[in-house]
């Protein structure tokens, strides 16, 4: 298995809401990543885990809450989300520098 | 984190070839220049990656100059689906590391 998988692929919520997204590799990667990404801006980094530890949190506001239950899984959970946080969540992994990247959760807040 | 600069678009046909220049002038000892194509509504995917001179794998090359002070991107015969956007990235090769983009060249391919 030689890729990152994602779900749910779309998410419609409203503001008082509370969903989860999945992220899930079978490749032995170490490091796990949450990236956000507006439209037709670049991926801007959000979480690393690294050994299922949280290593660097991007000043990301507490209504995004990461979980990495175990070196497979990685979670982003999400509560009172604001209609600017519509975007497509992208999540990554990696054995060394390079990331490889799920296909993303495209989010939308109403 | 040294800046890159790219151009924000580009133009080409099928069948001929691209080069994407990035300037990354604050570029440091131990940084590397790395590649990511990324299509719509998909995760970007690493293409090449070098330190100094000329890298080739099977899908492009990189080739950097001597100062390292920036870095061409070349694309040989491109086809339509080549139709994506372009991330240079300098940093260190670190596990865990973070992945700053820029923002990227868009490459139009036409028939």
């Known amino acids: 298995d030689t890729e990152v998988t994602q779900t749910p692929k779309h998410l419609v919520m409203g503001m008082t809401n509370k969903k989860s997204l999945k992220c899930e590799q079978h490749?032995?990667?170490?490091?796990m990543y949450w990236y956000k990404q507006k439209a037709k801006k670049p991926p801007e980094l959000m979480f690393v885990y690294s050994y299922e530890k949280l290593s660097i949190n991007e000043s990301v506001p507490s209504r995004f809450s990461p979980e990495c239950p175990n070196s497979s899984l990685l979670n982003l959970h999400l509560h009172a989300l604001q209609p600017e946080d519509s975007a497509l969540y992208l999540c990554a992994s990696s054995l060394t520098d390079e990331q490889f990247f799920g296909p993303g959760t495209r989010l939308t807040v109403l | 984190l040294a800046k890159t600069t790219q151009p924000i678009s580009m133009d080409s046909y099928e069948g001929q070839e691209v080069n994407i220049t990035c300037s990354h002038n604050n570029i440091a000892t131990n940084d590397y220049i790395t590649w990511y194509q990324q299509f719509p509504s998909q995760g970007p995917r690493f293409i090449i990656q070098?330190?100094?001179t000329k890298v080739t794998n099977e899908v492009a090359s990189l080739f950097i100059p001597a100062d390292r002070k920036s870095s061409t991107l070349s694309l040989p015969r491109v086809s339509l689906s080549d139709t994506a956007v372009y991330y240079c990235?300098?940093?260190?090769?670190?596990?865990?590391?973070?992945?700053?983009f820029g923002a990227g060249t868009i490459l139009r391919v036409k028939s």
């Open positions: 070098g330190y100094k």
């Open positions: 990235l300098v940093g260190e090769r670190e596990y865990g590391n973070k992945l700053v």
């Open positions: 490749m032995g990667h170490r490091a």
